[in-house]
């Protein structure tokens, strides 16, 4: 189905059930009946690559562009259908229903069910720093079902569409949150790993604990671990303490704050590893400074791990943004050194 196909299927639910059009770059529309939304976002971007083993890299100039057609039918039970044009290509559908007993995501390895598009069931264990998350692999699941009110806990399900294979049948993974006593618990199993954490408040801190059976394919290893969150003043102390798979023990500890509207943190563990990051708004740009003393994956040269850039949200816009940024890490920026233009529509 193309977007074009999109656009004309959706001809007949616009006529019959718009209600009002919200100001702004989104065409987001209320209705009585069904919705449809279209949204995304395009840029276009000079960006120099990384320099890897001290040859020169040319800057490139590209663009891309990602559009999501949303249709809801609303009510006690209800369906979503989203469709997306994603890096130049178009994607499978996702189809959402909803129900006051349960939720059911479908859609060819995203099925959008978890804390981000497309994670596992068991991705609701909650671990420590140091600690292996229950099942490696992220995006990897064709269903996603949740009952968000079971007796006041949520539980959550997923897998692949097809089970016809040992290795299909090992990506089934199952999830609970929820809180008793005034102890917040979660836990997630796939395959044959398994965890869980509960966490409270104790004289004024938060205090978590964390243990787990992780098997990686010949044997389990236990891993636990134990985390402290102390407010001290204005800013937060954060300190954790675990044991993990290859029988080592760790630790770490960080401090946040907020001053003047910037977003600061510190922190060091025991790998030796150092990080201090600072966001926030420095005249008309926002700032984004990510520091840490590891050394990058993506340079050949022993380097520290860092992110930087500065941030115009175009005034008068919705969403239209101009950033300059270099970046060896490849996560709040790309990699390599760039200028963006970025559009929401």
């Known amino acids: 189905m193309t977007t074009t196909a999109l656009v004309a299927l959706s001809g007949a639910a616009f006529a019959d059930s718009i209600d009002a059009v919200v100001a702004g770059g989104t065409s987001h529309h209320t209705h009585s009946a069904a919705t449809v939304e279209f949204h995304g976002d395009a840029m276009i971007k000079y960006n120099v690559p990384l320099v890897l083993g001290g040859n020169k890299a040319d800057g490139v100039v590209s663009s891309d562009v ?11 039970y209800s369906a979503t259908v989203s469709y997306g044009l994603e890096g130049n290509a178009i994607g499978a559908a996702t189809v959402t229903v909803t129900t006051p007993l349960f939720n059911v995501s479908v859609g060819a390895l995203d099925a ?17 720093d140091h600690m292996n998350g229950v099942g490696a692999d992220k995006d990897n699941s064709d269903w996603y079902v949740s009952l968000p009110n079971f007796g006041g806990w949520t539980v959550a399900a997923s897998g692949r ?11 089934t993974s199952i999830g609970l949150s929820g809180s008793v006593g005034g102890l917040s618990i979660t836990a997630g199993g796939k395959h044959k790993s398994g965890g869980v954490s509960v966490s409270t ?6 205090v978590k604990a964390a243990v787990a059976s992780i098997h990686n394919g010949t044997k389990a290893n ?9 407010p001290l003043g ?19 500890a960080s401090v946040s704050t907020t001053v003047s509207g910037f977003a600061i943190s ?20 926002n700032l984004h400074i990510d520091w840490d003393s590891s050394d990058s994956a993506l340079t050949t040269a022993n380097d520290a791990t860092i992110e930087a850039g500065v941030t115009y949200a175009v005034p008068g816009t919705n969403g239209t943004t ?6 060896n890490d490849d996560d709040d920026f790309d990699a390599g050194t760039q200028v963006k233009m970025a559009f929401k529509f």
């Open 266 to 285: 510190a922190g060091t563990d025991s790998d030796q590893d150092s990080q201090f990051k600072i966001a926030g708004p420095m005249g008309p740009v």
């Open 161 to 171: 569409s097809d089970m016809s294979t040992t290795a299909a049948k090992e990506q």
């Open 112 to 128: 959008r069910g978890g804390a981000d598009a497309g994670e596992d069931a068991a991705d609701m264990f909650s671990n420590i």
């Open 222 to 230: 236990q891993e636990s671990g134990v985390q402290v969150d102390l």
């Open 66 to 76: 990602d559009l999501d057609v949303t249709m809801t039918s609303p009510g006690s």
């Open 322 to 327: 101009i950033s300059a940024s270099y970046s």
């Open 234 to 252: 204005g800013m937060t102390l954060s300190v954790n303490s675990t044991s993990t798979a290859n029988g080592s023990n760790n630790w770490g």
């Open 201 to 206: 408040a104790l004289m004024g801190a938060t």
